[in-house]
Every structure is written in C-alpha cells, then in structure tokens.
Nanobody, 124 residues
C-alpha cells in the first residue's frame, strides 16, 4: 500500500504562486497516473489536474488551465502542482491521488490512494 503525503500548502496572496508536493512511500508511483483534487468548504471534491505515468501527458480542469502545472519526478517518487496567478476561488484543501492505472484519469472513483490533504488559503 502506498502512503501519500502532501506539503507546500499555506497562505498566498491572490496573484501569487505556490508549489504543492506529494511524496509517496511504500510503493513506487512510476507506473501510475497521478492527480490533484481539491475540496472547498461546503463543496464536493473537484478534479484539478492529472498526469500519466511517464509524465508526458497532462490534463487540467478548465478553471486552472494556463495557471497550474502538474509534474512528476519518478526518481523522487514525488508529484508536484505549481500554482501560479492564484485566485480566491482556488482556496481549498488539495489532495493528491494515485490512479489504478498509468493513464490519465479524472474521476475520483479511478483512484485508490489519497493523501491527507494540504490547505491552500488565498488572501485577496
């Protein structure tokens, strides 16, 4: 079983940048697709970005396209989410997740492992 630990969340000003990391232990991530989801208070968990096992394909929800970048370093067993031009509506708890397969997945049901989440707060 893999354990996922997110870090890098915190308080950021609107328009600023933040880099989230998701480190895995217990199992290699290198053959699995990975994704970031987020959940704001009172809202359902929302897909944000996904990356395939090798890192050459990515997919984003429309609201973050051009601002967020998902990447991975399989040698470090870590996935990242670079958040630029952050908006107040980006505030949420961000979760990384490991898919059951190596391709891009966007539905929460396709993921079998989740981190505990990291809070992103945006000041306007």
């Amino acid at each position: 079983q893999v354990q996922l630990v997110e870090s890098g969340g915190g308080l950021v000003q609107a328009g600023g940048s933040l880099r989230l990391s998701c480190a895995a232990s217990g199992r290699t991530l290198s053959v699995y697709g990975m994704a970031w989801f987020r959940q704001a208070p009172g809202k359902e968990r929302e897909f944000v970005a996904a990356i395939n096992w090798i890192g050459d394909r990515t997919y984003y929800v429309d609201s973050v396209k051009g601002r967020f970048t998902i990447s991975r370093d399989n040698a470090k067993n870590t996935v990242y989410l670079q958040m630029n031009k952050v908006k107040p509506e980006d505030a949420a708890v961000y979760y990384c997740a490991k898919a059951r397969v190596g391709t891009i997945r966007t539905s929460w049901a396709d993921f079998e492992s989740w981190g505990q989440g990291t809070q992103v707060t945006v000041s306007s």
